[in-house]
């Protein structure tokens, strides 16, 4: 069974950090991108960030560019999201996701997990 399971959301004060975890497993996720989204109440899904799982190359969204890494361990299958210096703004279910080419569109990821909510307060 193919498995993304995403950890590490919560709340945290605005200018505070938290970081993400998703853990794959199921089958190989070489040749893969993988993919952060969110979702806050009343918006559409939107992309967040990309990292090739074979070349590392990453991709931001312009709102999280500077403030956001995204990263990932091949040897322990798994994909990290660095939030720094978090906004109200950046309050939602955070998904982690695989698609099978680079792509930021959330229609064109095969896999999705359950989602952890960040929640960024003042």
């Known amino acids: 069974q193919v498995q993304l399971v995403e950890s590490g959301g919560g709340l945290v004060q605005t200018g505070g950090s938290l970081r993400l975890s998703c853990a794959a497993s199921?089958?190989?996720?070489?040749?893969?991108?993988m993919g952060w989204f969110r979702q806050a109440p009343g918006k559409e899904r939107e992309f967040v960030a990309t990292?090739?799982?074979?070349?590392?190359?990453?991709t931001y969204a312009v709102s999280v560019k500077g403030r956001f890494t995204v990263s990932r361990d091949n040897t322990k299958n798994m994909v990290y999201l660095q939030m720094n210096s978090l906004k109200s703004e950046d309050t939602a279910v955070y998904y982690c996701a695989a698609a099978p080419r680079s792509t930021w569109s959330p229609y064109d990821y095969d896999y999705w997990g359950q989602g952890t909510q960040v929640t960024v307060s003042s």
């Open positions: 199921g089958r190989t996720f070489s040749g893969y991108t």
């Open positions: 990292i090739n799982w074979w070349s590392g190359y990453t």
